[in-house]
């Protein structure tokens, strides 16, 4: 069993412009993942809680919202330098609470300042449309106008990038906002709530609320809030939809994925496996763009994918995600690795033929983390479990297609389709698949085809609930409301009554 070291550190909200001190009715453990051991107790809100940041949000929302826009945007701007001269410090939270290595904590917390900087180009995103003399001395424009309280709710997997995909761009927008982070690592939605007010941002502007459903159903009920950006599983990210839009709130809900890789007899096979290693088991396979399907035509192609993966595999340097030359660290919680590992036990059963068995890593030294080496399994069929689940874990399962035809129809036939990619060399296939295929990101040659923060994220079919996707230009559209307006100036002109509709002849 874990122990509780004394030094369990107490992780708050944060409302208002300060760390809450009111104490918690209750408390759950934050784990290390590398050693096991608890190293936080994390305040779980109450529908008090909630309303009090909620609240602070709203109060907030009177004067941001018509702060202009390249103010904000130079609050942002400062937010900006200091996460970036912090990154360090961040990535090491991350890795401390999530396990993934510093390298790529390191990346996310770079991938998420990457929005910062759009987000700090706002005055150019808000620029509003005008049309001249519409009628007789009569001018019409268009407007973006923020929505008031906005709410962010964030899976563990990406504890500094998804909330990034979120309140930048709220923020910049005019909206105010809480954020309720995984409580499984919390504590760097803290670190960036205390980080945004050093920039300079007024309190009440941003709050962290933390907890689990009760916290969670408390925003989606509350009248105050207007939107809900979610990021996280299916079940949750749908019933996030249903009952956020059911309150009369605007909803994007971002849900999970089983990512397939199309392998052509003509790709290069070295890429390939050098890209499917660092896709399938990079982050430990919990990542929602990470390759847990690939799909190689033809059983010549299958064969030799097969043979370079397994001595890959074999290389691969698993342990804690602070030591030099680690590839993948531990799985997020013990919970979370008997559920990864029981699908293993599953798949052997389901038929599928286990050909490295991930259980079977030993890391002397270090037996309370939560660890689990790469696994994969070949002959995975479409019926089996471990095929139509997300596992969310370093499994990466092979599904052997016989034809480009019978690999899209494989894809496009999955409930998930939030990211895909294509390794081959021939361009007329590449163009068929990106125009076929039933996904909303896509990549060729590309293992993660993560959108950068101009452009936007967001998945197909049950990888997204509600109409927009995240950050980039439908950031700024989910953060806004549109408004048109028609203006006329007293003049010497005569305005008689009309009883017809207005023509503007
Ligand atoms: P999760 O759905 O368990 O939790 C996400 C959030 O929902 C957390 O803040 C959690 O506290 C809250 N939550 C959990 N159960 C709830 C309930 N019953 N009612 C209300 N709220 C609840 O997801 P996770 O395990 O933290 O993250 C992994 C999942 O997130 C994977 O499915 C992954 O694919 C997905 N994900 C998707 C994307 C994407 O962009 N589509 C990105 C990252 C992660």
């Excluded at 059963?349 to 286990?354: D, K, P, R």
Aim: proline letters at 6%; a negative charge; glycine letters at 10%.
């Amino acid at each position: 069993m874990p122990t509780t070291p004394a030094a369990a550190a107490h992780i708050d909200h944060y409302i208002d412009g300060r760390v809450d001190d009111r104490g918690a009715e209750t408390r759950s453990e934050v784990y290390n993942p590398a050693t096991g051991q608890v190293s936080g107790l994390l305040a779980l809100a109450t529908i008090q809680d909630v309303d009090a940041a909620v609240q602070s949000a709203a109060k907030a929302f009177e004067t941001w919202s018509l702060t202009p826009p390249h103010i904000r945007s130079r609050i942002l701007f400062r937010f900006r330098d200091l996460v970036e001269r912090e990154t360090d410090r961040l990535a090491a939270i991350i890795t401390a609470e999530h396990g993934k290595v510093l390298d790529d904590a390191r990346g996310e917390v770079i991938r998420g300042l990457e929005v910062v900087e759009f987000a700090c180009g706002i005055p150019q995103q808000l620029k509003g449309e005008f049309s001249e003399n519409v009628s007789r001395a009569v001018d019409a424009m268009s407007l973006r106008q923020p929505l008031g309280v906005v709410a962010g709710i964030s899976p563990f997997n990406f504890p500094a990038m998804v909330p990034m995909w979120m309140f930048p761009v709220a923020l910049a927008c005019g909206n105010t906002f809480v954020m309720k982070p995984s409580e499984k690592d919390p504590t760097l939605s803290v670190e960036l709530a205390k980080l945004l007010t050093r920039a300079g941002l007024p309190d009440g502007v941003f709050n962290v609320v933390h907890g689990d459903k009760t916290a969670v159903d408390a925003l989606l009920a509350h009248d105050d809030i207007e939107a809900v950006s979610f990021v996280g599983s299916t079940p949750i990210a749908e019933y996030v939809h249903q009952t956020a839009t059911a309150h009369g709130k605007r909803v994007q809900a971002l849900g999970g994925a089983k990512n397939h890789m199309v392998v052509m007899p003509d790709a290069d096979l070295d890429q390939a496996v050098a890209s499917l290693m660092g896709a399938a088991y990079g982050s430990a396979g919990e990542r929602c763009m990470a390759i847990s399907v690939v799909v190689p035509v033809g059983e010549d192609t299958a064969n030799a994918l097969r043979e370079r993966l397994v001595a890959a595999l074999d290389q691969l340097k698993v342990g804690p995600g602070t030591l030099d030359g680690v590839e993948m660290g531990p799985l997020v919680t013990k919970d979370h690795r008997d559920r990864v590992a029981g699908y293993l036990e599953t798949g052997a059963q389901e038929g599928a033929e286990l050909v490295v068995d991930g259980r079977q890593t030993q890391l002397p030294g270090h037996e309370g983390g939560f660890f689990l080496g790469g696994s994969l399994f070949d002959h995975v069929t479409p019926d089996m479990r471990i095929y139509r689940e997300e596992i969310f874990g370093p499994v990466l399962t092979m599904v052997r297609a016989q034809s480009f035809a019978q690999a899209l129809q494989l894809v496009n036939d999955h409930e998930f389709g939030n990211g895909t990619a294509i390794f081959t060399a021939d361009g007329n296939t590449a163009r068929t698949y990106l125009a076929k295929v039933k996904a909303g990101m896509v990549g060729v040659n590309v293992p993660i085809p993560v959108p950068m923060a101009f452009h936007s994220f967001g998945g197909w079919k049950r990888s997204l609930f509600g109409d927009h996707h995240i950050h980039g230009p439908e950031g700024v559209r989910f953060y806004t409301r549109y408004k048109t307006a028609t203006t006329r100036w007293p003049n010497d002109s005569k305005v008689r009554a009309e009883f017809s509709m207005p023509t503007h002849g």
